[in-house]
């Protein structure tokens, strides 16, 4: 794997993203890797190797076995509560902050569920597949933070008799019709998209990465590893994102 400072492509992304007024980033569970969380497609370590998805993050599987499913998301949330933002997740923050002081943006958009963008900084994050930090009460709709919920047995429940659960995207749901708002009017008026730790397989958030390269914006991706994008994007920058987002900023900044 080349370094940041071996990669080709970096001076010219980071020429781009300094003459950017609005830019849209992607981002997935490899951001959030160097933080110890894990992610889902990576063989061997990849949550999906070991745990089945449709017994344990299908809408179905909540249905039919609320204990197991809350249990598990349960235990997820434990290692997002003891993980900390990483560089990467830091560096894009600043450069949220130096686009809107410079007038112009960068739009946070994440299907992870974990809240490190925003304890990294980043304001405004749109979170595509909700949130672990927040469960909701499957009867009433109200929502509550982790911190106040009762996990002393399994599933948690509201006052109002109903299961907690987590505020997330499982298999067979809906997103929430904001973040889908806020997401395609954040790549409809970006003129630099990025992408960074997805496997870009899971649509719709995949289909963003499309949208950009139909409206002609330049597009870049940061993944240690190729993906289904890799050939279509302009600048793929290979390495992990806590070192290249930090080394991009650094050069843009030059
Ligand atoms: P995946 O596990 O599918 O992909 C993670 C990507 O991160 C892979 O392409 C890795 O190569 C890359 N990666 C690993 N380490 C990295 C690092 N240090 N820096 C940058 N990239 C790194 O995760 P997602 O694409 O986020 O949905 O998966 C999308 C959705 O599928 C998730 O939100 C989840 C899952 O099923 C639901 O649970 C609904």
Same mark, same amino acid.
């Given at each position: 794997?080349?370094?940041?400072?071996?990669?080709?492509?970096?001076?010219?992304?980071?020429?781009?993203?300094?003459?950017?007024?609005?830019?849209?980033?992607?981002?997935?569970?490899?951001?959030?890797?160097?933080?110890?969380?894990?992610?889902?497609?990576?063989?061997?370590?990849?949550?999906?190797?070991?745990?089945?998805?449709?017994?344990?993050?299908?809408?179905?599987?909540?249905?039919?076995?609320?204990?197991?499913?809350?249990?598990?998301?349960?235990?997820?949330?434990?290692?997002?509560?003891?993980?900390?933002?990483?560089?990467?997740?830091?560096?894009?923050?600043?450069?949220?902050?130096?686009?809107?002081?410079?007038?112009?943006?960068?739009?946070?958009? !994440?299907?992870?569920?974990?809240?490190? *963008?925003?304890?990294?900084?980043?304001?405004?994050?749109?979170?595509?597949?909700? /949130?672990?930090?927040?469960?909701?009460?499957?009867?009433?709709?109200?929502?509550?933070?982790? *911190?106040?919920?009762?996990?002393?047995?399994?599933?948690? !429940?509201?006052?109002?008799?109903?299961?907690?659960?987590?505020?997330?995207?499982?298999?067979?749901?809906?997103?929430?019709?904001?973040?889908?708002?806020?997401?395609?009017?954040?790549?409809?008026?970006?003129?630099?998209?990025?992408?960074?730790?997805?496997?870009?397989?899971?649509? +719709?958030?995949?289909?963003?990465?499309?949208?950009?390269?139909?409206?002609?914006?330049?597009?870049?991706?940061?993944?240690?590893?190729?993906?289904?994008? !890799?050939? /279509?994007? !302009? *600048?793929?920058?290979?390495? +992990?994102?806590?070192?290249?987002? +930090?080394?991009?900023?650094?050069?843009?900044?030059?």
């Amino acid at each position: 794997m080349a370094t940041p400072t071996e990669n080709p492509q970096l001076d010219k992304a980071a020429g781009l993203l300094r003459l950017a007024r609005r830019i849209a980033v992607l981002t997935g569970a490899g951001i959030s890797a160097e933080s110890g969380i894990e992610t889902f497609r990576q063989p061997r370590t990849g949550l999906w190797a070991r745990y089945d998805p449709m017994e344990l993050a299908h809408v179905d599987a909540l249905a039919r076995d609320p204990k197991t499913v809350t249990e598990w998301y349960h235990w997820r949330f434990s290692k997002c509560a003891d993980a900390r933002p990483n560089p990467g997740h830091e560096a894009l923050a600043k450069l949220q902050k130096l686009k809107r002081d410079a007038g112009g943006d960068v739009d946070v958009l !994440t299907q992870n569920i974990d809240g490190l *963008h925003q304890a990294g900084g980043a304001e405004d994050v749109v979170e595509l597949h909700g /949130s672990i930090l927040r469960w909701r009460c499957q009867k009433a709709g109200a929502m509550r933070p982790i *911190h106040e919920v009762d996990f002393s047995s399994f599933p948690p !429940t509201s006052e109002a008799g109903g299961v907690l659960r987590p505020d997330i995207v499982l298999f067979g749901e809906m997103l929430p019709t904001g973040a889908l708002e806020a997401a395609e009017r954040a790549v409809m008026s970006c003129d630099v998209f990025m992408t960074i730790g997805t496997s870009a397989v899971v649509y +719709p958030a995949a289909g963003y990465i499309d949208l950009a390269i139909s409206r002609g914006v330049p597009t870049v991706e940061i993944n240690p590893d190729a993906t289904p994008m !890799t050939g /279509s994007v !302009t *600048h793929a920058l290979r390495g +992990p994102s806590g070192a290249v987002l +930090p080394e991009l900023l650094r050069r843009m900044r030059d």
